[in-house]
């Protein structure tokens, strides 16, 4: 079996096997094992992938595979993978395989929450390998409704709420963008060849500008719901709050990520003409998300809102990178993507392993705790400073390239909006330093406190797996942002060429 | 006639035998025996629709009167797989002492309504389409009077007799108008002879009031939510599910082939109305709380995603309809047999009943989510596949706007259906409904059901084998 296929094969077999575990010893196992499973075909893919790359297999698709699916209305079941595609499958598979561990206590209906948490990872892979917009889109879905469930069930605080709003607002995203993906259908092939749903021939044909001017909007923000684009991104904060850990971990990492992929990957790269004439609207939006989600993680006192809200900021970042239209700047925001995921991921595993000692996620009530756990406290502060940008941390490689990029757009309009998006640097380090200080620092505030323990041996594997990764794209940027290059440059001269005849008419 | 000519109507013919088999068990059984009438008259069934799935050859009889080709025969075919699960599902209620008096009345109706629906699919002229209608519709209220003691009941007949009779009517005057302006009732007679004159406007109009009083269409609809809550549970899915199917057949083939020309009318027509109805059957679905006329509403709005498929007039479209009403009848007949199962063990039929279901009675859940996802159009459950090839459909035609105003509508649809799989498996309750094992029909009609979920979606041959046969204008 293709490689590619393995990605949503193996989850799929772990998914029938926990349906067989008879306890939650069985269970977490099976999840456990199916999981490293996982990781291991991520190295694997990318060690294949440096191989056909180095043995100068240039197509901008590697492991293409294609099986018909409805004949008739020519639907794919298309399989391909760009040095994007493996960036993003190696994230999630860490995460979820993370996401495991940090659920390794799980009490109540046990098969069911994995069983629900690995369909959504089965979803997100089979994203990422697709590259027929129909398998796209049903696999999008499959990993937006397990999230139902997961928040409704094993949630906390308002969570038959949260459930139901994240729900909604997303497949209201998604319902937007299946009818920009049905035109995108029906626009690929305007000298009457056969309709498609394949990403790479509509890259090729040229869709009228006027059908790309209704059809990019809804299909920019049906990502972009997903995205935590402002105004839509209201789901995020209560959504992620009410979610259990292992959750919060995989959609704030993973799945806001498959809104900026999916909106860079289908919407500005298949209708590139609309994606430049529009890209200063949807940036004024984003913009108001970065500086909007950071204020708003300053005002939260509930660490999973903080949390929540600097994802509205970061994931913000994301899509002001990829509508700068520039390699820099784009590159940044993918590397932002990976940096983003892996940081917040880290983030809601600590709150949710604090959360699991203290009993209450409110800073206010807590202190001191680096004196009582010190290796939980330590991570904090690491993904603390990844977050606020710190150099040698990846958030700083991520953030430092966006705004690079930024500045090469050397007009006022572009000037102004990236002077205010970084201004959330600052924010962020406000929010952040302040938690540090009220949560790690001070004295103890409750006598209960002393006799918490520090983090045990599953713990550490997800939050030490986590570490590495932050660090290890902080100091050796390269490596990442050389695998992303190689194949930025094609969608590049994609979006930049259709965008030269269009810029000079659009005066700001 | 020669006898090959009288085997076109093989699928109406094998279904008259198997309704004088049942009557023939009615009469020779009697006492203790009586009960045998219930394996008899699913096993008769069973075998008339599997001989109906054999290859048949197109042709036409009675002068044109009749006429069958492969498209039709799948369009009886899927009826007839609705109707064999709800027999099998009726086994353990028919058998209930309180039924004991009137057991083969039910599969005799059943089966006389689906022998006229077969004609009327069948029909090759207004006179034909006019008698399968009316042998389709007029036992289907002795139907949902079934529960003779309830007065719910009687009244839903009551109210299902008249209100089909006011509509057929309506209809029957617009047939006048068309055999008064063309002076032909056959189907391709009036398609030639048709000019669009505003006496034949108006006959378009009359025509399709009647039928959408069938399809139960916002504003036709509100004979729908009594009748369908009075009705016993079985009658109602097949109220819902079986009659509207066949209605949105014949209708969407008789606009296709008489009245193609009249494009531009009816377009308009069922532009307005398919926003209509799924926008207020989704509003009114929000607020029931028993959980029959819950599905009930949700047919509404189900219903009103068919014409998207018509209104197109492409022959993506007239696949996507027969598709969508396959998936359709396996989701809904998944719901309303968990519907039916829980009301037969605990009488219990409003949603809050349904509170922590999952924890007591797990399978019986898990088939209601996969059927109200599929109702939904979540993947990977067939109901997704249906909707979006409806979707894309009128899409092909360029109603984007249509396409967008019904897909914002799904979400509406998403929610109400949430809200069931909310209670079944996040709402905590004290009183659960206690486990309880359903008979062996119950849960063969249900596993079918479910399989048709999950296969009908994922194997595209079957979507390939009906769009082999389908036509647009």
């Known amino acids: ?508 | 006639m020669s006898f090959e000519q009288v085997l076109l109507m093989r699928n109406e013919l094998v279904l008259v035998i198997a309704m004088l088999i049942v009557l023939a068990a009615e009469i020779f059984l009697s006492g203790n025996n009586r009960k045998l009438v219930i394996p008899i008259a699913v096993g008769a069934f069973a075998i008339a629709t599997i001989i109906a799935w054999f290859p048949q050859p197109e042709g036409v009889i009675f002068g044109g009167m009749y006429q069958t080709d492969t498209l039709r025969q799948i369009m009886k075919n899927v009826l007839n797989i609705g109707v064999l699960l709800i027999f099998i599902q009726s086994m353990p209620w028919l058998r209930k002492p309180e039924q004991n008096f009137q057991m083969s009345e039910f599969y005799l109706i059943i089966i006389a309504t689906l022998i006229g629906m077969g004609f009327m699919i069948s029909s090759g002229d207004f006179l034909m389409f006019y008698l399968g209608l009316e042998t389709a519709t007029i036992p289907v209220a002795a139907l949902a009077a079934y529960d003779k003691g309830k007065r719910k009941s009687a009244e839903a007949g009551i109210k299902l007799i008249l209100s089909s009779a006011l509509s057929s009517g309506i209809l029957l005057y617009g047939l006048s108008m068309i055999y008064g302006t063309t002076g032909s009732i056959y189907f391709h007679e009036v398609a030639n002879a048709w000019g669009n004159t505003p006496l034949q406007m108006l006959a378009v109009v009359f025509f399709m009031s009647g039928m959408f009083f069938k399809l139960s269409i916002v504003p036709f609809h509100f004979w729908t939510a009594d009748v369908y809550e009075g009705a016993p549970v079985l009658v109602t899915s097949y109220l819902s599910v079986i009659s509207k199917a066949a209605a949105a057949f014949i209708f969407m083939i008789i606009l296709f082939k008489v009245f193609p020309t009249s494009i531009e009318l009816w377009k308009n027509v069922l532009y307005a109305l398919t926003i209509i109805t799924i926008t207020l059957g989704n509003i009114f679905a929000i607020r029931q709380k028993n959980m029959k006329r819950f599905l009930a509403f949700s047919s509404i709005a189900q219903a009103g995603f068919i014409l998207l498929g018509i209104i197109g007039g492409n022959a993506m479209g007239m696949t996507a309809v027969v598709y969508f009403a396959l998936i359709y009848i396996f989701s809904n007949l998944a719901a309303f047999g968990v519907v039916a199962a829980i009301s037969n063990v605990t009488g219990k039929e409003y949603m809050n009943d349904y509170d922590g279901l999952y924890r007591t009675n797990p399978k019986l859940s898990l088939v209601m989510m996969l059927a109200l996802f599929s109702l939904a159009g979540i993947p990977p459950v067939a109901g997704f596949f249906g909707k979006f090839f409806l979707f894309m459909a009128a899409a092909k035609s360029g109603y984007y706007i249509l396409v967008l105003i019904a897909v914002i509508n799904t979400i509406v649809s998403l929610y109400y259906y949430l809200l069931v799989v909310k209670a079944m498996f996040v709402n905590k309750n004290e009183h659960p409904i206690a486990w309880f094992k359903s008979d062996w029909a119950t849960r063969i009609a249900l596993i079918a059901s479910v399989l048709g979920i999950i296969a009908v979606g994922l194997i595209s041959h079957i979507w390939e084998y009906i769009n082999a046969f389908s036509f647009g204008i």
């Open chain 1, 1 to 508: 079996m293709d490689i590619l296929t393995l990605f949503v094969v193996i989850p799929t077999l772990t998914v029938f096997a926990i349906m067989f575990a008879k306890n939650l010893e069985q269970t977490r196992m099976i999840s456990a094992v199916g999981m490293t499973a996982q990781l291991i075909n991520a190295v694997r893919l990318i060690i294949a992938y440096y191989d056909e790359r180095n043995a100068g297999n240039t197509a901008d698709f590697l492991f293409q595979k294609t099986y018909v699916w409805f004949d008739s209305l020519n639907i794919e079941y298309a399989i391909g993978i760009d040095g994007i595609g493996v960036a993003m499958i190696a994230l999630t598979a860490v995460i979820i395989f993370t996401g495991v561990f940090a659920s390794w206590t799980m009490e109540d209906l046990p098969k069911e929450f994995f069983i629900s948490l690995i369909i959504l990872a089965t979803g997100v892979f089979g994203f990422f390998i697709s590259l027929d917009l129909f398998t796209m889109f049903l696999f999008y879905e499959v990993a937006v409704i397990p999230m139902y469930l997961l928040i409704g069930i094993w949630g906390s605080g308002p969570k038959e709420y949260s459930a139901m709003k994240l729900t909604l607002m997303l497949m209201g995203g998604s319902a937007v963008l299946m009818v920009g993906l049905i035109g995108l259908y029906f626009y690929s092939a305007p000298d009457g060849g056969e309709l498609t749903f394949n990403v790479i021939e509509i890259a090729k044909v040229h869709m009228p500008i006027e059908a790309q001017r209704f059809f990019f909007p809804l299909t920019f923000v049906g990502f972009g719901v997903l995205g935590a684009l402002f105004p839509f991104h209201t789901w995020s904060p209560d959504g992620h709050a009410s979610a259990p850990t292992a959750v919060s971990m995989l959609h704030a990492g993973v799945l806001m990520k498959l809104g900026s992929y999916g909106a860079f990957r289908v919407a500005m790269y298949l209708m590139p003409e609309a994606a430049n004439e529009m890209s200063w609207f949807f940036l004024i939006l984003v913009t108001v998300s970065v500086v909007y989600g950071a204020f708003g993680a300053v005002m939260q006192k509930d660490l999973k809102y903080i949390n929540a809200y600097s994802s509205v900021s970061h994931c913000g970042l994301i899509l002001f990178g990829l509508l700068m239209l520039n390699k820099t700047a784009i590159d940044g925001a993918i590397i932002q993507m990976i940096s983003h995921g892996i940081m917040t991921a880290l983030f809601f595993a600590l709150i949710g392993m604090i959360y699991g000692r203290t009993h209450t996620r409110l800073i206010h009530e807590m202190g001191g705790l680096l004196k009582v756990m010190p290796f939980l406290s330590a991570a904090y502060v690491i993904a603390g400073l990844a977050s606020l940008g710190l150099p040698g941390l990846s958030g700083f490689v991520a953030e430092m390239t966006i705004f690079v990029g930024a500045f090469q757009q050397n007009d006022l309009f572009h000037r102004v909006a990236t002077v205010i998006a970084a201004s959330s640097i600052v924010i962020t380090a406000v929010y952040i330093l302040r938690v540090v200080g009220i949560l790690l620092q001070g004295p103890i505030k409750n006598d209960k406190y002393f006799k918490l323990s520090d983090a045990t041996w599953f713990e550490r594997v997800a939050v030490i797996t986590l570490i590495v990764g932050i660090a290890g794209i902080g100091m050796f940027p390269y490596f990442l942002s050389d695998l992303i290059m190689d194949s930025l440059h094609p969608i590049m001269d994609h979006i930049i060429e259709a965008g030269k005849p269009a810029l000079s008419q659009v005066s700001l």
